[in-house]
């Protein structure tokens, strides 16, 4: 019962959440093509029903814990891992969204460092160490009213 509430709380919000983009897209798309609107929905779902079962493994082990030791006769190793797995749940999200959703994947790389600029060098270094000007984003130093170089700004 200790997890069946949370997990139940978990899967109405979600539920909500598909629904939500459901329609949203349905507005937005109008005429869009079907079939692309159906395989969206379906990885949708795909990702949601993934969250929600991870959501319940995690947490499983530390209802069990709280509810069969309630005297703290296991040891410490037991209560630990399983608080661990339980706080592990909301960590684990952001894995799934990179494994089922190729935006979400695509901007956490160009985050992590697909597009760093040095400091002086004029140019984007990228990944693969391939040097291409800043042509992404135009940037202006407002005071001047002129375009900011990359020799001005250090991302890291």
């Not at 969250?51 to 630990?80: G, K, N, R």
């Not at 999200?93 to 160009?110: A, P």
Request: proline share 3%.
């Amino acid at each position: 019962m200790i997890v069946i509430i949370p997990l139940l709380t978990v899967v109405y919000s979600y539920t909500n959440v598909y629904m939500f983009a459901r329609s949203s897209r349905q507005r937005l798309v109008g005429a869009m093509n079907e079939a692309k609107v159906k395989q969206d929905d379906l990885k949708l779902i795909k990702t949601l029903v993934i969250m929600c079962v991870t959501f319940f493994f995690c947490w499983s082990p530390y209802a069990i814990v709280v509810l069969a030791d309630f005297e703290d006769h296991w040891p410490q190793t037991v209560h630990f891992l399983a608080l661990i797995m339980a706080h592990a749940s909301s960590s684990i999200n952001c894995i799934i969204y990179g494994f089922t959703n190729d935006k979400f994947r695509r901007g956490l790389f160009h985050l992590v460092g697909k597009g760093r600029v040095q400091a002086g060098s004029g140019e984007v270094l990228h990944a693969n160490h391939h040097s291409v000007a800043p042509t992404d984003i135009e940037m202006f130093n407002v005071a001047q009213n002129k375009p900011i170089t990359t020799n001005m700004i250090v991302v890291s």
